[in-house]
Structures are given as C-alpha cells and as structure tokens.
C-alpha cells in the first residue's frame, strides 16, 4: 500500500485542520499524522484499502457494531475521509463518467490525525490579493435542458425512474484561496461546513446532507430533494408540490434499500418525511433515515453500499449512473462524493453538495438536481443556479 506523509496544499497558506464533522473540541489541536491518497491507476479496491489503511495507523474500523475502545490520548483521535463520486461510483460498478476538471485531486484521500499542542487561533485573512475570473460553464443552458429532455426520454422508455443530472463552472484565480473557501464552509445551513486540503488541491464544503452518520450502533441518513427561494411563498409551494414530494419519496426509498442492505434485519426505519429546512436562501425537503448496524460491518462494506448518495445518483442507481456517464460532459470532481470523519465508534460523511474545489490555478463548484418524468427542463436549469449561486458569491467574498 502506498502511503504518503503528512501533506499540505503547496504554496498556499495553512489555516488549520478544519475538516467537515471533525470533533470541534479538538480542532485546535489536531495534528497530521499520515495519508494515504488513491486515484484509479494505483489499482485495487479503494475501500478496503482506506478501512486497511485506518487500521494499521490505530483506527480500526473493520465491525462498526462493536463498542470504540478507551481512548489513547498518545493515539489517533481520528480521520478525515473522502471519497469522489467517480470513485464511488466504481465501488458499485458503475462507470465513472467523465474526467475529472481537476486532476491533482485524488479520488479517495484519508488523513489521520492525533493531538498536539492548541494551534493559535487563526487571524482574520485580507481580501487584498484575492481576485477570481469569470466563470466558464461545463455547458449552455440549452444544453443542460437538453440533457433534461433526454434523462424524460429514458423515463418514458421506463429506463430509469429518475436521474440527478450536474453541471460544472470553472474559474481562474490569483491569491490564497483558502480564506475564500472558508468563507464558502461557512455559509448557513451548512452542516459539513470544512475544507480539506492537499499537495496542490483543496476542498471546501458547505454541504447540509448527510450521507451516512453513525453514532451508538445506529446508522443515519438524511437525503435533501426539492428546492424552493427561502420565502413564505416558497415553502408552501414546496410542501404542496405532487412533484417535488413524489421525487423525494423517490430517494428515500432508495436509501432505505441501501441501508438495509448493511442494517440489522427489521431495523429500517423512516423517523423524519419531507421536513423543510433551510440553506442559504433556499428551502430544502429532507427525510431522515435509520437502521441498526449489523454485526460484523466494516467501514468497506459501508462505503459500498452508501456510495454513491441516491439523491445525487437516481433511482435505480446503477441505471442512472450510466445515464450520467453519458450525459455529462464534465466529471463530478469534488461534488456528490462523500466527505467528513471517521473514528472507532464514530463515523459522520456529508455528501458533498455546495461543495468547491482549488487546483493550482482554478476554482471549480458544480451544481444539478434530480429529473423526473414532471420536471420542467428551464426549471432545472434555473434550480440548479440558485443552488450554486450563493456558492460563486461565498468564493467572490460578495
């Protein structure tokens, strides 16, 4: 197995280890102890190698059941994990779509960390310097309407039930980009709010979603489906929406099959339907999900049945990634991945929606949502903008 040493993004400054759903009494004393890092030509199964990894560097993770141990203060506190949807994607034998806009990042990256002493807290960054291009599109709205048309195509040939089509926008940039992606971890509503960081690459996350908690032997999902502007007007039209509820309903059952797949027989449950809540200026639907782990679960196992996240893939899944393979003119990168923590006894991913990516001299974001049979394709296309604008103004410092 190849392992990397602690690592940092080169040329750009370090604000500290700020990694989605890490413990926050222990950020400010968190220290890089190792990494590993996989992209598609080093071979084998990422997920087995990420939960081998884990293991040898004090976290074991191969039965989720089993109570964590004392904790060692001398040891690992814990790690960050994330795993691309291309990556995800594999994992379940689906293709992976189209490559990657930004190569120097990996497509699974596990870092471990231990403790040292409190870092001083981080000074505000100056704007000066900071300067972002305009955005270049993955694709015109006609096409992304297009796209639309054809996943309704495939619905009506009773190909797929529903596909989450994305696009993608990329920007040059000058300056440190760490406080812009900050700024983006951030914005409100955002549950995985973080960055992670690397030798020439950086991610920043403002995700709501959870892919996949576990906490005391119970697992969580919280899938997110329908939008609407964050206005009176626009949660009752949410709530009374056939549409937007039927695709939610969509998805929930999808993730209650996933996690049935990894659960204790009987122990799938829906505790939450089609609740309102809020990110940005935006409404979004979300249920949330539950199950008992089952006996003898290991991390691996896990990511393959949870990876990719239904409500950014489709239904049925695998059908709908081929859809996405083939209609996408531009790989997923950092978004509709999973991203977040894991530690014996713990683990917490976020899907990373709202989520952007640096490379050495661009800025990329993605955006999307679900198509179903009632969707309107100049509709989709005006959703997926305000998903992604407040995203664009977070990274501008607007």
Do not use: N
């Given at each position: 197995m190849r392992e990397d040493g602690p690592d940092g993004v080169e040329t750009l400054s370090r604000a500290g280890v700020d990694v989605p759903a890490a413990p926050v009494a222990c950020r400010r004393t968190l220290v890089e102890r190792a990494r590993w890092q996989w992209r598609p030509a080093d071979g084998g199964d990422p997920a087995a190698l990420a939960q081998e990894f884990l293991a040898a560097h004090g976290l074991p993770l191969h039965d989720l059941a089993r109570p964590a141990a004392g904790h060692d203060p001398?040891?690992?506190?814990?790690?960050?994990?994330?795993v691309s949807a291309a990556a995800g994607a594999g994992l379940v034998g689906a293709p992976s779509g189209a490559a990657n806009p930004a190569p120097a990042l990996p497509e699974v990256a596990v870092v471990v960390y231990g403790h040292g002493p409190p870092a001083p807290p981080a000074a505000a960054a100056p704007a000066a310097g900071w300067w972002l291009g305009d955005w270049a599109e993955s694709w015109t709205p006609r096409q992304h309407?297009?796209?639309?048309?054809?996943?309704?195509?495939a619905i009506g040939r009773g190909d797929v039930y529903q596909v989450n089509l994305v696009g993608h926008a990329a920007a040059r940039y000058a300056g440190d980009p760490l406080p812009a992606l900050g700024r983006l971890a951030a914005l409100p509503g955002a549950r995985y709010g973080g960055t992670l960081t690397g030798a020439g690459w950086a991610i920043g996350c403002a995700s709501p979603e959870t892919l996949v908690e576990l906490t005391d032997g119970r697992l969580v999902t919280r899938p997110i489906k329908g939008t609407r502007p964050a206005t009176a007007v626009g949660r009752a039209e949410l709530l009374a929406s056939a549409k937007e509820r039927a695709e939610h309903?969509?998805?929930?059952?999808?993730?209650r099959n996933d996690l049935a797949r990894v659960a204790r027989t009987g122990s799938v449950r829906v505790d939450e339907l089609f609740a309102v809540r809020r990110w940005c200026d935006l409404w979004q639907a979300e249920s949330t999900v539950s199950a008992a782990v089952a006996d003898g679960l290991g991390l691996a196992d896990l990511l393959r049945a949870v990876c990719p996240g239904g409500s950014v893939t489709g239904a049925p899944k695998l059908a709908a990634l081929d859809r996405v393979a083939a209609l996408e003119p531009v790989g997923r990168g950092a978004s509709m991945g999973a991203l977040g923590w894991v530690a014996p006894g713990r683990i917490d991913l976020g899907l990373t929606i709202r989520t952007a990516a640096v490379d050495a001299d661009r800025v990329h974001v993605w955006a999307g949502g679900g198509i179903t049979w009632g969707s309107d394709p100049d509709a989709e296309v005006a959703e997926a903008a305000a998903k992604t604008r407040p995203v664009r103004a977070a990274l501008a410092g607007r």
């Open positions: 001398a040891g690992a506190c814990g790690a960050a994990l994330y309407a297009e796209a639309v048309t054809a996943v309704r195509a309903v969509m998805i929930v059952d999808l993730e």
